[in-house]
């Protein structure tokens, strides 16, 4: 009893001392296995206790916000997405971070990480990995990925029978579309100032780039017959994973699945749509660690969160999960990896989703105006776009 | 002293009562802000404080109003309704007149931080000019906040000019950083002036859908529950109870899972109602992706939903009815028809009246449904983003604070519940006085 009192009362004294700090994560399975072993491995360097928290995705930027300036917040969260990064860097919960690193870690990452962890010119956290829609391919139906439109039209239409479909994906999500609105000519949703900040004044989804892209993804509807009513995330990946579909969308959150549903799958960038200026980019999507900016114990966490972006543990945590790094060092240990090879040639392709606030403004309309052309078959894309950029505009400019 | 009697009594005790817990609440605070100044005291210091001035206040209350002392009972109850009840409406009311927002929050906004590099008295040298750093213009009236490890201070800009700050007191300690607050401030009704400018592409045809959608929900919903009840009321029904008990799953479901499965069984090329009615030789039909056809397939699973509840309700009333009744209807010699029209139904209209009221109340800000069988659209071109084919007001104010402006616009959304809340009011009111019901309630 006595013993016990005092290996109690020495552990208590310890944590005391070294102090404690908290982590939120979404993560699940294998990587919050990962997530708790780093933490371990940290407390037994560093004399620091750490406790892994999970919070559901959905409500952590909410939570955070509200909870942060009255000491109720965790003192770093893995990870955030990078479109989080404006609303939360103005609520004024995170910690600028650009103090704490050094520049032969930054040169380590990939520039489009960094542009997308910066906001209002200061790094706000630290990327770990990336993600973004491609053109993922069954293996079964189509041997060598499409490198021109019309070859992807042909195999789609081949393949489009009474019981297999050989070309779905989320046509009514903008995320999944913005790949169309920059092969024709938006470069991003908002353009840049020139001290490269992005200008919500300046909106580039609309106009003639929106226009053709609005009716390009209308002619994937009711000119190419490919992608019928009704078909959403959910009919789309189920088909992909019944082996049912030839060529879908998607992005390496639903790698797992398809991995386990034992289909043989390629990832390539899809093919320019006919009469685009440049080639189909997706949206990139970097998530990574923040802090706290009101945590009691901001050395610890900021130590922990850069043992957690190293190059070498990036490599573990893909190991885990599957997730694609965006630390060259991790990117070059992995090159082998298919998913993450397949990604990086569709990675460069990319823009980073705009991380500064006036982007919730944006959703809405513009998937409306998606849904409205695909509506349709007479629906008025001139219209749609410019009612789009009407409303935006408004929006933003109140 | 005896109780002072009648409605008189019950307001001076909860007057008394409750001024009693806004003071202990209020010295609680006081202290609390007091003692910040010199220690950073913990949160539950306005708890203990609010206590030792509550205990002592009750005592000397009960000495100088014996009779009270029986209402003491009710304190608990009424700190939990001034907490959970009374403080968030207040909070809407006045946040309804901000703009309030996850960016507009009162807290600094850490994009802005700039390092201090000089100090001299309430003058900051910043390391970059003052404009492009905070990014205010003009900087003049703005609040900021100046820190260093361990303190902070909030101060407002009384001169900038290049990288020198002029603030408007002293700062304490040896500044590190400085950054701008995001404050929110008082907008009067312009929260309100921007919901009516959108009247027209919002409120109106929004406000008009929700009318119908709630009184035709309640219509269908009461027919059918009426109907099913009869006949399960009719004791020459064999399995009457296997029926009861058939009938009232779908009520027993969660609808949050039942109204997923829904949209699955609605979609337009892959759903089972689809293929069934393709079976049948019908077209399919555009449930979910189609403005109007949106609407029916919502009153539908409502429907579905909703029955039950009214069934039941009308199982209810109908045991009150006295067979006498039938008895001497059938001795009279009158059909069953004519016993259903002069007996059963004006005998329901009472109790049933009350039920129709509330669920249309209910249905009218019935935002699960909505949101999880359509999410308010399809699309419907020359409206909002935010205020779709089916949306209801409910919804409207849910995208409108939570997903369009700016993700947190607490403000805004405040005062479309304001809205809502007059207009169910009003239309409840009207219900009310139309039928009657409020005295038959009584």
């Not at chain 1, 009469?275 to 189909?280: I, L």
């Not at chain 1, 006036?358 to 998937?367: D, H, I, Q, S, Y």
């Not at chain 2, 929110?184 to 009516?196: P, S």
């Not at chain 2, 058939?246 to 089972?272: D, E, K, R």
Request: net charge positive; charged share 15%; aromatic share 12%.
């Amino acid at each position: 009893m006595r013993q016990t009192l005092a290996v109690l009362a020495l552990g208590l004294s310890l944590a005391l001392a070294q102090g404690k700090i908290t982590v939120w994560t979404h993560f699940g399975g294998p990587e919050l296995e990962w997530l708790k072993a780093q933490a371990q491995a940290f407390t037994k360097t560093s004399g620091t206790q750490v406790e892994v928290v999970e919070v559901p995705f959905g409500d952590i930027k909410q939570k955070f916000i509200l909870g942060a300036p009255q000491g109720q917040a965790a003192d770093l969260v893995v990870s955030i997405p990078h479109d989080w990064l404006g609303e939360m860097a103005q609520a004024g919960v995170l910690e600028p971070m650009g103090k704490y690193v050094t520049q032969s870690y930054l040169s380590d990452l990939q520039p489009v990480a960094v542009e997308a962890f910066t906001f209002g010119g200061k790094l706000m956290g630290l990327p770990a990995f990336a993600e973004s829609v491609a053109l993922i391919y069954n293996k079964k139906y189509v041997k060598e990925p499409p490198k021109t439109f019309e070859e992807f039209l042909d195999l789609a239409k081949r393949f489009t029978t009474g019981s297999t479909f050989g070309f779905l994906y989320n046509i009514g999500d903008p995320y999944f579309n913005f790949g169309f609105f920059k092969a024709f000519g938006a470069e991003g949703v908002f353009a840049k100032d020139a001290r490269g900040n992005l200008d919500p004044s300046r909106l580039l989804i609309g106009g003639e780039a929106g226009e053709k892209a609005l009716q390009f993804i209308k002619d994937l509807r009711f000119k190419y017959n490919l992608v019928p009513e009704g078909v959403d995330y959910g009919v789309a990946d189920g088909a992909f994973k019944d082996g049912a579909l030839a060529m879908i969308i998607n992005g390496p959150w639903a790698l797992g699945d398809y991995k386990k549903a034992k289909i043989d799958f390629g990832i390539a960038p899809f093919p320019t749509p006919p009469g685009a200026k440049v080639p189909w980019g997706p949206f990139l999507g970097v998530q990574g660690v923040v802090v706290n900016a009101y945590s009691k114990n901001k050395t610890a966490a900021v130590n922990f969160a850069k043992t957690l972006v190293s190059g070498r543990n990036l490599v573990s945590f893909n190991q885990a999960g599957g997730r694609i790094p965006v630390s060259k060092s991790a990117v070059k240990a992995l090159e082998r990896d298919p998913v993450v090879a397949g990604f990086s040639r569709v990675f460069p392709l990319g823009t980073p989703m705009p991380n500064i606030p006036e982007m919730g403004k944006v959703w809405g309309p513009w998937g409306n105006a998606i849904s409205l052309a695909i509506q349709r078959p007479d629906s008025n894309v001139r219209k749609i776009v410019e009612d789009m950029v009407a409303e935006i505009k408004k929006a933003i400019g109140k | 002293m005896r109780h002072p009697p009648g409605l008189k009594g019950f307001l001076l005790a909860l007057g008394l009562l409750l001024g009693l817990l806004l003071l202990s609440t209020g010295a609680g605070l006081l202290a609390y802000f007091l003692l910040e100044v010199y220690l950073a005291p913990p949160g539950w210091t306005i708890l203990g404080v609010a206590l030792l001035v509550l205990l002592p206040g009750a005592v000397a209350l009960g000495r100088r109003f014996p009779w009270l002392t029986d209402w003491y009972y009710f304190l608990p109850a009424l700190s939990f309704l001034l907490v959970f009840t009374l403080y968030p409406v207040g909070l809407t009311l006045y946040l309804a007149f901000t703009d309030y927002s996850g960016k507009r929050n009162g807290f600094p906004d850490r994009s802005t931080e700039t390092r201090v590099v000089g100090q001299e008295g309430p003058r900051l040298l910043l390391e970059a000019p003052v404009r492009e750093a905070l990014r205010c213009d003009p900087c003049q009236g703005e609040t900021v906040e100046v820190y260093a490890e361990g303190h902070r201070l909030r101060a407002r800009i009384a001169q900038a000019e290049g990288a020198a700050l002029l603030l408007d007191r002293v700062p304490p300690f040896r500044a590190g950083y400085v950054a701008k607050v995001n404050a929110f401030r008082f907008v009067g009704l312009r929260n309100f002036a921007f919901i009516l400018s959108q009247a027209s592409q919002a409120l109106l045809p929004v406000f008009l859908w929700n009318v119908l959608f709630a009184a035709s929900t309640v219509l269908l919903n009461a027919l059918l529950g009426l109907v099913l009840g009869l006949i399960l009321n009719n004791k020459g029904l064999k399995l009457r109870n296997f029926y009861r008990t058939v009938l009232i799953v779908s009520w027993a479901l969660p609808g949050v899972i039942t109204v997923q499965v829904w949209v699955a069984l609605l979609n337009y090329n892959f759903g089972a109602i689809n293929r069934l009615l393709g079976v049948l030789g019908v077209y399919p039909i555009p449930w979910l992706n189609d403005p109007d056809w949106a609407k029916v397939a919502i009153l539908l699973v409502n429907l579905w939903l909703g029955f039950p509840y009214m069934m039941t309700a009308t199982l209810g009333a109908l045991s009150t009815i006295p067979d006498e009744l039938y008895e001497a209807a059938k001795v009279d010699g009158a059909t069953p028809w004519q016993a259903l029209f002069g007996i059963t139904l004006p005998l329901l209209e009472k109790p049933m009246a009350p039920i129709l009221l509330s669920s249309f109340a209910y249905n009218f800000n019935n935002f699960y449904i909505i949101y999880l069988l359509t999410g308010g659209g399809p699309a419907q071109e020359g409206r909002l983003a935010t205020a779709q084919s089916t949306d209801i007001l409910i919804s409207w104010a849910y995208k409108t604070a939570f997903s369009a402006e700016g993700q947190s616009a607490y403000g805004l959304g405040a005062a479309i519940s304001l809205l809502i809340f007059a207009i169910t009011v009003a239309i409840s009111l009207v219900n009310f006085r139309v039928t009657g019901a409020l005295r038959e309630v009584r």
